[in-house]
């Protein structure tokens, strides 16, 4: 009896920790199509600006991690501009570079724009993150400086 107990928990151990994993792995899906979804529309030409960030992560993080810090990057700043302009946001571009350094900084550029925020209220906004944390997935992200034309 005590040996088909223990299978017993065992199996069901086995089925929670794999139902978890499945459920894990579907919220990942699932945040990486949202994210994906919401930028898909149609942001004119003049509502994009380029902007460059200067961001250091509050966590340890691995710089040579190009894919996922890019997807992290892309969508911190998507985000973050898409809360402060209430408005549907597209990424154009964006890359990074590893600074390397003591403080494990990145500089990040993102070309984007919101469908109904102009170039300069996106800049403006984009501008006014300095000296705030910005959340991540990987590590939140405190933006030293942020410059957009």
């Not at 017993?8 to 945040?31: E, N, Q």
């Not at 993102?110 to 910005?134: F, M, P, R, Y």
């Amino acid at each position: 009896m005590f040996s088909s107990s223990s299978l017993f928990l065992k199996t069901a151990f086995a089925f929670l920790v794999l139902s978890g994993l499945v459920s894990a792995s579907t919220h990942i899906d699932s945040r990486r199509s949202r994210h994906q979804t919401r930028q898909t529309g149609t942001v004119p030409e003049a509502n994009v600006v380029s902007c460059d960030f200067l961001l250091q992560p509050t966590a340890t993080v691995d710089a040579s991690a190009t894919e996922d810090l890019g997807y992290e990057f892309q969508t911190i700043i998507t985000g973050a501009l898409q809360g402060s302009s209430e408005s549907q946001v597209s990424s154009v571009s964006s890359n990074f570079t590893a600074n390397n350094d003591e403080n494990n900084t990145f500089n990040v550029q993102n070309q984007l724009g919101a469908l109904e925020a102009s170039a300069a209220d996106s800049k403006a906004l984009i501008e006014g993150w300095v000296g705030t944390v910005l959340p991540g997935f990987s590590s939140n992200w405190i933006v030293f400086s942020a410059t957009c034309k």
